[in-house]
């Protein structure tokens, strides 16, 4: 043996002897040992007090190297020290700087394989019949009795006191068959398990909107008014409903609600919370002034002043008075053909927006129109001297100094009647019946409002106008048009402009007409991203029944929610049923390949047009479709998606 190799030998079983070049779980030389409580912070701890301290140690998003069942999703990793068996000790990881197991515990002086990670899933029902969830995995091919696991769990609860009644175990493929052969033990020993099929049930949190509010939390009969200064428990949610502070509802909602994205243009806070009326830190507030924080990690309630309500409040308003851009140049009704992206400031964002969607080549198929344009409107209320009467109503006290919204409903209501009995020129009314013959006799023509501050980036103002449904039997044009045109003036929308220091008397009203669709199978929502579970990669769908609309559901229904991946390869996740039929889906395997192809084109063509980057993730298409009786795929709308300010 040549002097060289001896040495290296010696070298070689010195270091394998030795603590401080062993190499467990990965490479180089193990630190000396440092004990869990003298961690330094940026390192980690023996002690999770509270969820505050769970957060710091934290980490969310996609650096989660080959942990991508990890991704996106909040979580703290883990070390269970056994050198002392009898006295085991938990190194919980400062994960926001340090992701792998095997580089700490070199950092630290420890070698185990008793290693995972506690992640929180705010979304999902505890033990404790609550919102928030805390699983915890160890490494994905390690298998572990129920017993290792029960002492695991009760160990890492005594470091962790917010785990009690708040955890599961999660196993994961290399202990997946030993859990199903001791299933009766972990049920026997009241023990939790979630598995990923679990993943979209038992729901009891989703955050519709993520902001924070501040107002008097109350409990709310569908029937009654809520105020701009109240957070509302609702166990149902009204279709439409005024400006407030912030929302409670005790059943789930769908995000693509009118309801919802009022909320997200309002930026106040919106969840489903299970029972949220019995939850404890709930129910003692009632009744009283709260601060109400919703984000994607949960919810936050406490007591608040009334000087916190009145600042805030206050800071949501623009400091400024905000002008619509209203053209007054184009002054005849276009085919959808002669309507460009741009002219959106002629005849507004829902009719140019729809007449792009036809220029898309795409499986589905868009429906052909006309627009009014804003000048037709303008027009309108001069020639009656509407505008003057705004402007006498506006003055008076209850809209200003003494503000009294009954008084102020009475009067609006007055104004549209007086809209809707208005004269029209002989021009705009030869204008409209030329039109009207472009349609064939039977067919009921869908007015749609379209106008100069709704479907923008950033303001979405959806539920705020009406649209209306011409029957042939109505006669002239002229009675529906007039109806979408008094729609400018009822309370919802004076209540949103007046927030938001909007001008009034420079907001225009454009129509957009087409065929109306009836006896549909189904409408629905999609957005080219999933705005609610947060998933990346996925197509967001809402589909309901017949006519049953997705953004205004029936107070009883709920809709068929799928994940639709943006890929073929990727298939689709049915996340919940139609209530309306449990057994089989709205939409085909053939609809899902079209809306899947047609999403892809309309948010491509967009983020063109609204100067976005494709792969901005702040950035997405909302779009409304039907399937109509003949089972044909159709677009009908297409808006930015809004999102909200807390991420």
Request: proline share 6%; with cysteine.
């Amino acid at each position: 043996m040549t002097i060289v190799f001896r040495l290296a030998f010696i070298i070689i079983l010195l270091t394998s002897c030795d603590p401080l070049f062993a190499q467990p779980g990965g490479r180089g030389p193990i630190g000396r040992r440092i004990e869990p409580e003298d961690l330094k912070a940026d390192v980690g701890t023996n002690v999770i007090p509270d969820r505050e301290a769970f957060e710091r140690l934290s980490y969310k998003g996609f650096d989660v190297g080959r942990d991508g069942y990890l991704a996106n999703l909040q979580f703290v990793k883990f070390c269970i020290d056994k050198a002392n068996p009898a006295v085991p000790k938990i190194y919980f990881m400062n994960t926001a700087n340090h992701r792998a197991h095997p580089p700490f515990m070199r950092m630290v002086g420890i070698s185990t394989r008793e290693r995972g990670a506690i992640t929180y899933l705010p979304r999902l029902t505890n033990p404790s019949d609550e919102p928030g969830l805390y699983i915890v995995d160890f490494e994905p091919r390690d298998s572990y009795s129920f017993e290792e696991i029960d002492g695991f769990l009760k160990l890492l609860t005594k470091q962790m006191p917010i785990l009690k009644g708040r955890i599961a175990f999660h196993p994961l493929e290399g202990n997946i068959a030993r859990y199903e052969r001791e299933k009766e033990k972990y049920t026997a020993g009241g023990v939790a398990v979630h598995l990923n099929s679990d993943l979209f049930k038992n729901i009891s949190f989703l955050p519709l909107n993520s902001a924070e509010g501040y107002g008097l939390l109350r409990l709310m009969d569908r029937d009654a008014r809520p105020t701009s200064r109240d957070v509302v428990i609702y166990k149902t949610l009204p279709n439409q409903m005024p400006r407030v502070a912030g929302v409670m509802t005790e059943v789930r909602q769908t995000p693509l609600s009118h309801v919802n994205l009022r909320a997200i243009q309002d930026k106040i806070p919106n969840a489903f919370i299970r029972n949220a009326s019995q939850v404890d830190n709930i129910k003692s507030l009632i009744g009283k002034l709260v601060h109400f924080k919703v984000t994607p990690q949960g919810y936050r309630l406490r007591s608040a002043t009334k000087l916190e309500v009145d600042k805030h409040l206050e800071n949501l308003r623009p400091a400024k008075s905000q002008t619509p851009v209203r053209n007054l140049n184009t002054k005849e009704i276009r085919p959808l053909s002669e309507i460009a992206f741009a002219q959106a400031d002629s005849f507004g964002v829902k009719t140019a927006n729809l007449a792009t969607l036809r220029s898309i080549k795409m499986p589905a198929s868009v429906p052909d129109g006309y627009g009014v344009p804003f000048y037709f409107y303008d027009e309108f209320m001069k020639h009656n001297a509407f505008y003057e009467l705004v402007d006498q109503m506006l003055a008076k006290r209850e809209f200003n100094d003494k503000p009294d919204r009954t008084v102020q409903m009475d009067r609006l209501q007055q104004l549209r009647l007086r809209l809707e009995n208005g004269k029209m020129p002989d021009w705009m009314l030869h204008s409209l019946a030329d039109v009207q013959k472009q349609f064939p006799k039977e067919t009921s023509i869908r007015c749609r409002s379209s106008t100069n501050n709704e479907d923008l980036p950033g303001f979405s103002g959806a539920g705020l106008y009406d649209s209306y449904t011409h029957d042939p039997t109505e006669g002239h044009l002229a009675k529906s048009i007039k109806q979408v045109y008094a729609s400018l003036w009822n309370f919802r929308a004076l209540e949103e402009r007046e927030f938001y220091r909007i001008d009034h008397k420079t907001t225009a009203m454009g129509v957009l007409l087409h065929p109306n669709f009836s006896e549909e199978k189904a409408n629905g929502v999609a957005v080219t991203a999933d705005v609610l579970y947060e998933t990346y990669g996925n197509y967001y769908l809402n589909t309901q029944i017949g006519e049953d609309l997705v953004t205004n559901p029936d107070q009883t229904s709920s809709p068929e929610e799928i994940l639709l991946g943006w890929w073929k390869r990727d298939g689709h996740e049915i996340v919940r049923r139609s209530s309306a039929i449990n057994d089989k889906l709205l939409l085909s395997e053939s609809h899902l390949g079209d809306l899947r192809d047609s999403l892809a084109e309309v948010h491509v063509r967009f983020a063109n047009l609204y100067n976005k980057s494709k792969d901005d993730e702040l950035f997405a298409m909302e779009l409304e479709f039907k399937i109509t009786a003949d089972g044909e795929l159709v677009i009908k709308q297409a808006r930015p998606w809004v999102f909200s300010n807390v991420r």
